[in-house]
Structure formats: structure tokens, C-alpha cells
RNA sequence: GGCGACGUAGCCAAGUGGUUAAGGCGGAGGUCUGCAAAACCUCUAUUCGGCGGUUCGAAUCCGCCCGUCGCCUCCA
């Protein structure tokens, strides 16, 4: 397949240094607030990147951090009155659920900063004995004129940056952009010993020694989102490579476009989040997938509730074609040329916009199909394997039926009122095993119970009556769907 | 100020030199249905922000202009 790298800003064949294990490294949290839906769509992003590779036949090794030691998470924690550790425990749990709730697939290993202390202090070692780093008042920085290429992957130049840079004037370092590897510790803070004395792992650094543990010293993939270009993954390099010598840090450089939130990027310092708890409240896994999926993973994307609306509907479309079996014999339909056009798209730096419309042309192709009385139960298998590569799971929506008990025991008292006395002996027999007494819970199959009296009206022809409860139950979000082998239902909520 | 991205139908969004400009949502009409829904069919951009240029040929390449956004500071 062809990737886009960021490295030399060009589209290129993707292969892994070793024929067929992939290393891919993806940037993950700063476990400090709940997980918003720009982490979602980072992660599904990269998801959807690992299970095609997966597909193509190669052995994905993925690795993705917790950044559980910073400024925000003590910060925050002291705001909390906990300690940093139980803070950043929470919302790991939290990441952890969210990621599970979306399908994404989890990583192989999930190494924590305060974990691994010891490889962070060996690297920094390192890079101060080959002169690539140098202690100063507790802490220890990066000498950035050390790297001839430093600026490589952000394509941007020191003399560049300093030119319109808002960095810390800092006493104890020899160049503006000199960064840290080491923190000296603070009062209050959690820290480490070390032989520049007590302290922390400045923010980069972590991830070198992390990714060099578990991966080793070369990476295939290394990803997050563009935010992270400069100055984290620029860093990253610079320390990697320094302390390996020159050896590439990353083979490709995989980055996705940021999600706003209306004309705005969402991010945490202006504070317009919206969690994917809050998404996951109105919106299935799947629409909210499709709606990430539906843009290329390097544009940007504006979140909004009326395009997630747009993808329920279109989630809807794909559900439905696999929701019926095919009760024919006829010739069965082949997928074939639609799959081709999916692969071809994901082939192509994983134009999922593409695949998508590939996923809609087979799905409308399937449905003449059956209308035309074939088989369409292989392209039904085709569609649900397209879809699990894009971590599709077609699962109807969450049904939490949120009817109203005391409109629903007026409607059956209505029901029972104009059906006694009638000569419709099914209704009359149905309309009597209804629980007489008003009840306080609408369930399933009280829903059930009512699609059933519907139905034997409209066998006596009692359209009025059969309307009124379609009626009803659309008022109470249910929606009712007539076929030839009965109807069905199923709940949307209502807003 | 430096670097970069983008501007395609009512909305979202592919396409980046050459047959009728994908797909989704929405809208209009039709088929089916007791009526709906779902599904299917037809229609919904003679044109790709504007103006020039290169070319036999441009949404696609070049220049200028207008507009939107991102990064340069914590961020997926």
C-alpha cells in the first residue's frame, strides 16, 4: 500500500524494514481529562491503519504510551487534592473503556512513563556522554545544534523559529531551543532519583526510550496527530537518533488532520472538548467511526452533531442490507468488483472516503439483487468483512427504551375500550392477556406485546387503530418497519 | 512575521492533466405498500473561490488576488 510520510512530504510504498512485522509506534495520552473525540478519531485513524496491514497479511507490532508523569497531571491532581498516580489511573481507565466502546483494537503493550525510569535515565546517559546533552541546574537539555538536521521532520530551520518563537528565556540552557530531558524536582512533585539528582523525565523523552524498548531502535510507523509534528515528535528524533547515531528513528512518519470543533480546533487549553462519552450518548460506535472515515485521516474535520446525525442515517443504510437473509435460490451475487474498488481505495494512503463509496455502491448493488430474487448472502459476508476493517460492527443501535409508562397505559386502555365489544375475536383474546393494571416500566415486551395487537388489527383491517399505535410508538421512538414476514422494530432516541 | 493546508452541489466529501465530476446526508418525483417505513428507479454541480497564464486539452499545472484554517506554546 501507499503511505503518505511526513518525513519527506511525499506519498510512498509501504513496506517494513524486515519483510513482515510491522513496528508501529503511536503517541498516546497525557492521562489527566476524559477522552474527547479528537483522540477518537487519532485512534481510529491508526486503528483502521493497523487492521488494514493486518489484512494485507503483515504482523503488526503495536506499541502506544500513557505520558502518565507532567504538569498537567499534578497540576490537576493538586486542584483534586489526590496524588498524580490516582488521577492519571482514572482516566487510563477511562481511555482503556472509550477505546473499547469505539472498537478500537488495543495495542500490544502500553508502557507508562513511570514505568520505565530506568531506560529513560540509560538514554539520557547516553546522549550526555556523546555530547548531545548537558546537565545545568538540575536539570538536564537537549544541545539542538548538536543535530545538523535537527528541524527535519517539521521542515523548519533554528534561525526560523526563533524568529517568531514564544519560548522561555532559560538560564541554564545553552540555545533558546534547547529542550529538556530531565526535570529536577520540585517540592510537591513525584520524582526520581538520578545521577543529575532527583527528578522527572522531561515530556519527548519518554516515548524514545519507551519505543526503543519494545520496538528497538528503528521504527516502521511512527504516528499521532499533527499537533504533535513540532516540537514532540521533532524531538523525538533529534534525542533518538542522536543516541543511536544517526540510525532513522522512524521509517515513515504517519500523521492525522486534526478534529475542530465548529470553526474551532478542539484542544484542552481553550477548553471546547466534548468527550466521546457525551458522543457515545447520542451516536452509535459505528456512526461515529463512519464520521471520521468519511474525510481523509490527514484533512481536517469539523465536528458537529448534524453530521453525526448524517452518518446514524447512513449506518442505518448499512445495517439494513445485512439485517434480512436471503430466502432465495437464485444465482448468488458476487462482490468481487466492489471489494476491488475498496482495496484499491485503501491501497491509496488509505482513502477511506473512497472505500466507503465503494461500501454504498456494494450495499445498493446488493439490495436489487434481492429484490431481483438472487442470492445476496456472499456479498452480505463481503460487506461485513469490508466493515471490520474500518472496525465497523453493524450492531443495531443500543436499545434503552425511554418510553413513557403513563402515556403507554392510556393507549392500552383506549385499545382495550374500542376493541371490547367488536367481533374480532383474535384482538378481543390479545387485548385481554394485556396486564390490566397500569404498569411503571414500558419494556420490550410490553413494545412487543403492542406490535402484536397491531398486527391482528390490520388483519381485521382496523387501519385507524393499527395507525394510531405506529403512531404512538414513533411519538415514543420506536419506529416500525412492515414486510411481508411481519414488522419489526427498533428505537432511536428522541431528541 | 516564518512554515503549511484548504476553498468541488443545500450540507459533508472523493477526484489532482484527457470517456457522462465518486459516495453519503438532505430535497423533488415515481415504483412497491391498506397507508407508512425500508428498498429500488429518475432528477438535484455544463461545472470545481475569483482573475489571468501554460497546454490540442485543467477542478487537476503556474502566477496573482480573495477567503478559511492549522503549526511555530500544552495538545491526538
Redesign the pocket.
Same mark, same amino acid.
Given at each position: 500500500m501507499k503511505l503518505y510520510n511526513t518525513l519527506t512530504r511525499d506519498v510512498q510504498d509501504f513496506a517494513p524494514a524486515d519483510g513482515n512485522t510491522v513496528k508501529m509506534y503511536v503517541?498516546?495520552?497525557?492521562p489527566y481529562s476524559s477522552t474527547h473525540v479528537? /483522540?477518537a478519531? =487519532?485512534y481510529v485513524a491508526f486503528d483502521t491503519l493497523r487492521r488494514y496491514l493486518e489484512f494485507l497479511g503483515f504482523n503488526v507490532r503495536h506499541v502506544q504510551n500513557f505520558?502518565d508523569v507532567d504538569d498537567?497531571i499534578i497540576n490537576r491532581a493538586q486542584e483534586q487534592g489526590i496524588e498524580p498516580d490516582v488521577l492519571a489511573e482514572e482516566f487510563i481507565d477511562d481511555f482503556y473503556r472509550t477505546m473499547d466502546a469505539l472498537n478500537i483494537k488495543r495495542a500490544h503493550v502500553y508502557p507508562r512513563a513511570t514505568q520505565e525510569i530506568g531506560p529513560i535515565i540509560e538514554t539520557i546517559q547516553k546522549l550526555i556522554d556523546s555530547g548531545s546533552a548537558y546537565p545545568g541546574g538540575g536539570d538536564v537539555f537537549f544541545r539542538v545544534t548538536q543535530k545538523d538536521d535537527y528541524g527535519k521532520l517539521? /521542515?523548519?530551520t533554528l534561525d526560523?523559529?526563533q !524568529?517568531? !518563537?514564544?519560548?522561555e528565556v532559560d538560564e541554564n540552557k545553552e540555545h533558546p531551543m534547547d529542550f529538556v530531558l530531565w526535570k529536577g524536582a520540585r517540592a510537591g512533585e513525584p520524582s526520581w532519583e538520578s545521577p543529575w539528582g532527583p527528578g522527572r523525565p522531561g515530556?519527548h523523552i519518554e516515548c524514545t526510550a519507551m519505543s526503543m524498548t519494545y520496538l528497538g531502535e528503528t521504527l516502521d510507523i511512527h504516528g499521532?496527530?499533527?499537533?504533535?509534528? %513540532?516540537? /514532540?515528535h521533532e524531538n523525538e528524533i533529534a534525542q533518538s537518533e542522536a543516541s543511536t547515531g544517526q540510525k532513522p528513528f522512524s521509517r515513515y512518519w504517519v500523521h &492525522?488532520g486534526?478534529?475542530?470543533l465548529g470553526?474551532?480546533?478542539?484542544?484542552? =487549553?481553550l477548553g471546547n472538548l466534548v468527550s466521546v462519552e457525551e458522543a457515545l450518548d447520542n451516536y452509535s460506535p459505528d456512526a461515529i467511526r463512519l464520521y471520521f472515515l468519511? =474525510? /481523509?485521516y490527514r $484533512?481536517?474535520?469539523?465536528y458537529t452533531d448534524?453530521?453525526c446525525? !448524517?452518518?446514524e442515517? $447512513?449506518a442505518?443504510?448499512l445495517r &439494513?442490507?445485512l439485517r434480512e437473509e436471503t430466502h432465495s435460490n437464485g444465482v448468488g451475487m458476487d462482490p468481487t468488483p466492489f471489494r476491488d474498488q475498496f482495496i484499491s481505495g485503501m491501497d491509496?494512503d488509505l &482513502?477511506t472516503?473512497?472505500a466507503?463509496?465503494a461500501m %454504498?455502491?456494494l450495499?445498493?448493488e446488493m &439490495?436489487?439483487q434481492r429484490?431481483d430474487g438472487n442470492s445476496i448472502t456472499k456479498a452480505q459476508e463481503c460487506l461485513r468483512q469490508l466493515g471490520s476493517l474500518l472496525g465497523l460492527t453493524f450492531k443495531e443501535r443500543e436499545t434503552h427504551l425511554k418510553v413513557d409508562a403513563e402515556s403507554y397505559n392510556a393507549l392500552v386502555s383506549k385499545i382495550r375500550d374500542q376493541v371490547s365489544g367488536t367481533d374480532h375475536a383474535g384482538l378481543v383474546e390479545l387485548i385481554s392477556n394485556v396486564y390490566t393494571e397500569s404498569i411503571k416500566t414500558v419494556f420490550a415486551e410490553n413494545i412487543d406485546q403492542l406490535i402484536s395487537i397491531r398486527a391482528e388489527c390490520?388483519n381485521y383491517k382496523q387501519?385507524v387503530l393499527?395507525?394510531e399505535i405506529r403512531a404512538w410508538l414513533d411519538s415514543q421512538g420506536v $419506529?416500525?418497519?412492515? =414486510?411481508a414476514s411481519g414488522s419489526i422494530w427498533s428505537y432511536r432516541p428522541v431528541s
Open positions: 503517541c498516546g495520552v497525557t479528537g /483522540h478519531l =487519532s505520558t498537567k517539521s /521542515h523548519r526560523g523559529m !524568529a517568531g !518563537a514564544r519560548i515530556w499521532g496527530g499533527q499537533d504533535l509534528i %513540532f516540537p /514532540h &492525522n486534526l478534529l475542530q470553526a474551532d480546533k478542539m484542544s484542552k =487549553s468519511s =474525510s /481523509h $484533512s481536517p474535520l469539523s448534524e453530521g446525525d !448524517a452518518m442515517r $447512513s442505518d443504510r &439494513n442490507v491509496d &482513502n472516503p473512497k466507503l463509496a %454504498f455502491d450495499s445498493r &439490495n436489487r429484490d390490520r387501519y393499527a395507525d $419506529s416500525v418497519e412492515d =414486510s
